[in-house]
């Protein structure tokens, strides 16, 4: 069943790419060579990072939530995974229909196949998000105690917990390590650490350890 996850997400992940560049191409494709814009767009779904010198057209935010949204499975990056938000959405808008509609069954059902996902792998794709948003707001806060402005310092710290390099495409092209304080460096280890091997891994090992009862 794993194995069909991993296939339909990257097959869904074909469908998403097609969307993000069409949209791109139709609205921010008249100031600037679209290969660059497909290049950003590339690297940031699969949290790579690096970027052409294309001119400012403010899509720094949008270039940041492509790389927490993330690639698929498969990638050795890090990431939300567009397979989770995906279920997460479709099945919270189910369980509002099965409120508003109780006498119908509404399924969970990973699109253009017969999958189905139980609770257990909703609670952990839930689970795994709440940790992500807590981790951000804890690295944002830290990293703004030391003077960063609170935009550079939210960018960082997404950059930081899904290990993508800053680049001009996020607006932290220019952006200097060199003289961060040397806390700040070591939280950014710390929080590229648990962006990597998720803290919600942690936590079960954690579990499985301290709570074999």
């Not at 690639?71 to 099965?98: A, D, E, M, P, W």
């Not at 942690?202 to 579990?207: A, D, E, G, P, T």
Request: hydrophobic share 55%.
């Amino acid at each position: 069943k794993e194995i069909k996850i991993f296939f339909y997400e990257d097959f869904h992940l074909v469908f998403y790419l097609i969307i993000l560049l069409s949209i791109f191409f139709i609205f921010f494709s008249f100031n600037s060579d679209f290969t660059d814009i497909f290049f950003s767009i590339s690297s940031s779904i699969s949290n790579i990072g690096f970027s052409t010198d294309m001119p400012n057209l403010n899509l720094s935010f949008i270039y940041i939530i492509l790389v927490i949204i993330g690639g698929s499975f498969f990638s050795t990056s890090s990431g939300l995974r567009f397979i989770r938000i995906y279920t997460l959405l479709k099945f919270s808008l189910n369980q509002v229909l099965s409120f508003s509609k109780p006498r119908n069954i509404f399924m969970s059902k990973l699109a253009f196949s017969k999958i189905n996902f139980n609770f257990d792998v909703i609670n952990k794709y839930f689970l795994s998000i709440i940790i992500f948003i807590i981790s951000l707001f804890s690295l944002t806060i830290l990293l703004s105690f030391f003077n960063i402005e609170f935009e550079q310092s939210l960018k960082l710290a997404v950059l930081t917990l899904m290990n993508t390099v800053n680049s001009s495409s996020y607006g932290l092209g220019d952006f200097d390590f060199n003289n961060l304080h040397f806390l700040n460096k070591y939280c950014l280890i710390v929080f590229m650490i648990i962006g990597r091997i998720e803290l919600l891994t942690i936590l079960l090992i954690l579990k499985k350890y301290l709570f074999k009862n």
